[in-house]
């Protein structure tokens, strides 16, 4: 049988899960079909966290996922006046702590809209404690793919960044929103600020994260956010991440770069090409991503075998 045919089938069975799990919070392969499963297709906007920020993402044709961060805040109603009663989850980055966007009015409008998928990333487990029943309220309305966000362990270079705590996050997210995308990764120090331009993830920093992941009994999808900059140091590492995340459900990279950062984009091609451009999301600054070589990135036929066993033993479970 030859891939042609395995895509057929995978395009099917994932239909079949997708009306059989009622649509909640789809994978964004289901989703998104004009991506034809290349996730490098998938276009972000950053920092959607005001109201103007939003409309402008939702009026863009061409953009697919809305990445927002969830701070503990104050909602401002207009330029002079900011309710300080009581800290509630805004659209923020910090250190800011005012916002004219609470989280459940960008979720409302979003899921509204219905033609966005949603990266909540929040910066402290405070933020997400404050977001579960807000996230649980809104559960059987999402109809589009939700990725929940948090830098969960310290990473490269000698990160001096609190991660959240991963096992407070990770248990809360899997009990909330078991049909979100964990998307876990590790806090950095790298870039123009304070002056790094070279570094990488080691093997302690991945089997870290599988050792967390495996303890907290993680089985649905993971995606793994790296620097690119970073991630583009050692391709074998993050072959060897993706390698032993077989038990989590599907797992993938998100690759994202800051503003500046040095990033080596023929090395950069290469990682996403040997991961699989069917398994790496890329989330980089455009001068970036114009430099990036994917011709010839290929999802590999044994991912895609591996995907619809997985699938019919999913759908032959659901039927016992």
């Keep these: 049988m030859d891939c042609t045919t395995f895509a057929k089938i995978l395009s099917f069975l994932t239909l079949i899960q997708f009306v059989m799990c009622d649509g909640i919070a789809p994978d964004p392969k289901t989703f998104f079909q004009g991506i034809k499963g290349n996730l490098t297709n998938i276009v972000w906007a950053h920092a959607v966290n005001s109201k103007e920020n939003l409309a402008k993402a939702l009026t863009a044709k061409n953009i697919m996922m809305l990445e927002a961060d969830v ?25 800011e702590t005012e916002s004219d966007l609470s989280l459940e ?19 402290s487990i405070e933020a997400f404690d404050g977001s579960k029943s807000i996230l649980a309220n809104k559960r059987k309305e ?17 990160a001096k960044t609190l991660p959240v705590n991963s096992t407070l996050f990770l248990e809360s997210a899997m009990k909330t929103f078991p ?46 956010p790296v620097r690119a900059g ?14 032993r995340s077989s038990s989590f459900g599907n797992a993938t990279l998100t690759i994202w770069s800051s503003q500046g950062d040095n990033v080596d984009t023929n090395k950069l091609s ?12 890329v989330d980089v600054p455009q001068d970036v991503w114009m430099k990036l070589d994917l011709s010839n990135g290929s999802s590999t036929f044994n991912t ?17």
């Design 71 to 95: 701070v503990l805040g104050y909602l401002t109603t207009n330029s002079t006046n900011t309710n300080i009663t009581n800290s509630i989850p805004i659209m923020a980055h910090p250190p």
């Design 142 to 158: 999402f109809t589009v793919p939700l990725f929940l966000n948090a830098d969960i362990l310290p990473g490269p270079v000698d």
């Design 179 to 224: 049909e979100s995308v964990l998307s876990v990764g590790w806090t950095t120090r790298y870039g123009s600020e304070p002056n790094i331009t070279e570094g990488q993830y080691t093997e302690e920093h991945i089997q870290n994260m599988v050792d967390t992941l495996t303890k907290n009994k993680v089985t649905q999808s993971v995606t793994y």
């Design 270 to 281: 290469e990682l996403i090409k040997t991961i699989g451009i069917d398994k790496v999301y």
């Design 105 to 123: 009015e960008f979720l409302m409008v979003v899921l509204n809209d219905g033609s966005k998928g949603i990266k909540l990333d929040f910066k």
């Design 230 to 243: 970073l991630a583009a140091g050692d391709i074998n590492v993050m072959k060897t991440l993706i390698d």
């Design 304 to 320: 895609a075998m591996m995907t619809v066993m997985t699938l019919i033993s999913f759908l032959f479970a659901r039927m016992l």
